[in-house]
């Protein structure tokens, strides 16, 4: 197992090990022996066989307790999963009454770089909702900015939401709620941050520790949670996590790709269990084809919870 890449077995930091409330006894013992080995052995099938530079695995089931991780403290460039961050803090604000859910925001295309401080626009081509771009020069609300920038992942409703809160806003957020492993700098688009090396980044278990918190009605209050919860369930984009499951299993979850990273960061929703929560984030060259290493991972994770159901 090479160190720069899966935790030790200790008991302070288990790969793959229940809590009390989870599976008891020899047997159980045995199949989660059995589950590790073939899961790990599996995930370092899917690195090699995808190319994959590096590959970061958090994974949490409320109904066994069982947790599992693979690289998960290593960072990465956060692509657009720094969304999560945003809709916690913008509802934080909301919470405290500091803003409110149908506030009014000017829909303009102008941000400035936290670099030299120079305006920016953004590429209505490279957004993955017309909508917002539709209502230029006019108004939307902050939650609907909220909506389109989770479920379409608009980086136009995107950066107008880190302009409404500000990103010591969002940071002051994670820190409340003792979430490290993500950190959020700037808004996305902002070419001359990242030619300096100013991106946002994450860890899979920062951003499994905040969905956590969701799941659990831990962030803010329960009904803001319910809420956030609800909007991830609306997620469009499902090449990720929920390519991996059955069809009838829902997925409360943000992607983010860019050239270089694909990630998926969700809570799955299967019948008659409590959810579990599981981050994939990944890291290919530029050229690399085809992008379906999220997917096949949580085939896997799923696959080994199976399993240990049977056992």
């Not at 909301?94 to 303009?108: K, S, Y």
């Not at 950190?183 to 030619?195: H, I, K, M, N, P």
Request: one cysteine or more.
């Amino acid at each position: 197992m090479p160190k720069a890449e899966a935790k030790p077995a200790t008991p302070d930091t288990p790969a793959l090990a229940h809590g009390e409330a989870g599976l008891r006894g020899e047997t159980a013992a045995h199949a989660l022996a059995a589950a590790e080995v073939s899961l790990y052995k599996n995930v370092l099938q899917i690195k090699e066989q995808h190319g994959l530079e590096r590959l970061g695995i958090a994974f949490y089931d409320s109904e066994t307790t069982i947790q599992w991780s693979y690289n998960a403290d290593a960072w990465f460039h956060a692509a657009s999963t720094m969304k999560l961050a945003v809709l916690l803090a913008v509802y934080r604000q909301m919470v405290r009454g500091e803003l409110a859910g149908a506030e009014p925001v000017h829909v303009r295309n102008k941000f400035v770089s936290i670099v030299d401080r120079k305006p920016y626009k953004l590429e209505i081509s490279r957004d993955g909702d017309s909508e917002v771009y539709a209502h230029l020069g006019r108004t939307m609300s902050v939650k609907e900015l909220a909506y389109h920038m989770i479920t379409t992942s608009s980086n136009f409703a995107t950066n107008l939401l880190v302009d409404v809160v500000g990103v010591p806003v969002i940071q002051e957020s994670l820190a409340e709620l003792g979430l490290d492993g993500i950190t959020v700098r700037r808004g996305v688009e902002d070419q001359a941050a990242f030619e300096a090396g100013l991106n946002n980044e994450v860890t899979a278990n920062g951003l499994m520790k905040l969905l956590r918190l969701l799941a659990e009605g831990r962030a803010w209050s329960p009904e803001a949670c319910a809420d956030m919860l609800e909007i991830l369930l609306d997620q469009r984009f499902k090449k990720g996590i929920p390519a991996g499951l059955p069809r009838t299993a829902r997925v409360a979850h943000k992607t983010g790709n860019i050239a270089t990273v694909d990630h998926d960061a969700g809570i799955v929703y299967l019948e008659e269990r409590n959810p579990y929560v599981v981050v994939v984030l990944t890291q290919s060259p530029a050229d690399a084809g085809r992008r379906d290493a999220v997917a096949q991972v949580s085939k896997q994770l799923f696959e080994s919870l199976a399993a240990i159901a049977l056992r």
